[in-house]
């Protein structure tokens, strides 16, 4: 084979005859894209500036008791000197003004324990603030002696999508009006999240998740959408490292808006109480229990509670609530909690491919959490970090698992638990662990209670993948 190459000249020639043809096609094509990005750089500038008047810094101050040890004598005898003193330590984290007259949306935990907040603006003024929040939905407001604000436009959180654009607005790392920019990653995220000052697990049950770049401080700023309205709370992210890894959650702005309201109203929130611990009908378990939708029961209810005094019962598939379909989990919460207590709401379900229907009274929400109360003891050594139910017999045979299936279903998993990093998810069922038969969730949290760091433990669990169970291995190392 032999290779004729062009003359240097000739190929000159050829390249810029060919570039000059086609010139106005491609100069027209690189203009169009360029105007396209401009006019969405210009969208996003335009929503900076709208947005950055009404987000605010939120600086908390906390005063605790300390001991210092020293020297001390008296006659040229010197001694150890246990002197009680005072630390004053500082929180940063963002809020958005919602109303004119002062008052500011925030996380509970930005102000939450605070002997003082200061809130600054985004025209160099500061402020005292007086503050009421909810630890249940981990929402707060502050208010401040201000007046004729700048205002958020608050949107409609119903109505996003995965893939839209979001923009996070707020002061990471005390940097105010720092804007990032990412899409809405997915919806109705659930996590259940420790908060350290409390000592306890706070439970978000519906969060947005997103991957524009969420660091400590933006907690309590907004998510806004690309024509700027507000439509998530910045509250958490997923990280090792204590940055922004591209996994950030915030609370639906319809959540924040009534909660804002109820503590606006009465300083304090008055959510309605069911007494149930809810989950999404997917479409395994749609087809398991035969519903189109639905929120599934997946605690038994306590008998004191609405719910159990109505008659519902695990595996109960709620699929109306005072009239109203219920398509999800979150949508199922939101209803319950906006239902003044005292009112008496009919209640759809299917229990065992059969509808039926109720009637209960709706109660006020008992102080709490709203989620797991367990004590977080961070002088312990890192435990496993997963929180499981029985796996009933119903259960098994709705699911289409063997009938000989025995084990536990995974309910939980602890962010900052060993288990964190594996394959396992939520609705797994756990077969054996270290080679020993899981029965029952007791047998579970015993062994659970005896790891400590340096093993190895070793799962056999079932996941539903695609359309069939499917029997894995994990292999967590306690580290």
Known sequence: ???????????????????????????????????????????????????????????????????FFGRSGQGGQTGPDFTPNFLRTEGTGSGIIIRADGWILTNDHVVDGADRVIVKLR??????????????????????PATNLPVATLGDSSRVRIGQWALAIGSPFQFAGTVSVGVISSMHRREEIPDEQRGMYRLYPDLIQTDAAINPGNSGGPLVDISGKVIGLNTAI???????????????????????????????VNAGYLGVDPTTVTPPLA??????????????????????????????????YDNLPVTSESGLREAIMETPPGTKVNITYVRNGEARSITATITAAPSGTGGPTETIHTDQPVKLGIGTVPLTSTFARHMRLSPDTTGVMIRHID??????????????????VNGTSIADVDTFQKMADQFKTGDLVRIVYQSYR????ITRLALIPMD
């Open 1 to 67: 084979m032999s290779v004729t190459c062009i003359p240097i000249r000739a190929w000159r020639i050829a390249i810029i005859s060919a570039a000059l043809s086609l010139s106005p096609q491609l100069l027209m094509a690189d203009q169009n894209s360029i105007g396209g990005l401009k006019d969405l750089q210009n969208t996003f500038v335009s929503i900076a500036q709208r947005l950055e008047p009404v987000v605010v810094t939120v600086i908390s101050e906390r005063v605790i008791r300390a001991h």
């Open 466 to 469: 695609g359309s069939a169970w």
């Open 415 to 432: 962010p900052i638990g060993a288990a964190i990093n594996s394959n396992l998810r939520v609705g797994d069922i756990i077969l054996r």
């Open 238 to 268: 997923r990280t090792e490292s204590g940055g922004s890894v591209g996994i950030g959650f915030a609370i639906p702005i319809n959540i924040a808006r009534y909660v804002a309201g109820e503590l606006i109203e009465n300083h304090k």
């Open 123 to 144: 025209d160099g003024r500061e402020f005292d603030g007086t503050w009421y929040g909810d630890f249940r939905s981990d929402l707060a407001v502050i208010h401040i």
């Open 287 to 320: 087809a398991a229990y035969h519903v189109s939708y639905g929120a599934l029961v997946l605690n038994e209810p306590d008998p004191s509670s609405p719910a159990g005094k109505a008659g519902l019962r695990i595996e109960d598939v709620v699929t109306r």
